[in-house]
């Protein structure tokens, strides 16, 4: 089976060092390891991990070699100004709306996030892809880690 690109954000690396999502996101990295997915993320998420503890760093660099790091394309800024014009997110979010629109014009499958309020929000999904589809891109699928993750060697 071919693996699927997907795009993961910030808090899906935080994730493995954290009480509450380290299980799922440790399943999550393991499938990545195993070739079920293509990983794909980008300078914003090494610019976002500045500020996070230093085994969170540590992790994101042991595995920079194994996943695409996309630079912010200016492609992604404008579709991100159309989900900020839509009403998707507020200025503060901007950084969260970037995700998904990397995701999107880097033409991954899914994107995986633990941000519950501004990505991975049974509201904005839909909202995301409106603007995607209305604005000639394909929809994205939005899931939290362990969403995705499958004991099944058959998926």
Not at 49 to 65: C, D, K, S, Y
Not at 88 to 112: G, K, N, P, Q, W
């Amino acid at each position: 089976m071919r693996p699927i690109r997907v795009y993961a954000d910030t808090s899906v690396f935080g994730g493995v060092f954290d009480a509450e999502f380290e299980s799922a996101s440790k399943a999550f990295f393991q499938q990545v390891a195993l070739g079920r997915f293509d990983l794909v993320s980008s300078v914003l998420v090494r610019d976002e991990l500045r500020e996070a503890p230093t085994q969170v760093r540590e992790f994101f660099n042991e595995r920079i070699e194994a996943l695409e790091v996309s630079e912010i394309l200016e492609e992604a800024v404008d579709l991100q100004l159309v989900y900020l014009k839509a009403g998707i997110v507020s200025e503060v979010s901007l950084a969260d709306a970037l995700h998904v629109a990397l995701a999107t014009v880097l033409d991954c499958r899914m994107i995986v996030s633990w941000n519950f309020k501004h990505i991975v929000h049974f509201q904005k999904i839909p909202l995301y892809n409106a603007v995607n589809k209305a604005n000639g891109y394909p929809e994205i699928a939005i899931h939290a880690p362990q969403e995705v993750v499958s004991d099944d060697e058959d998926v």
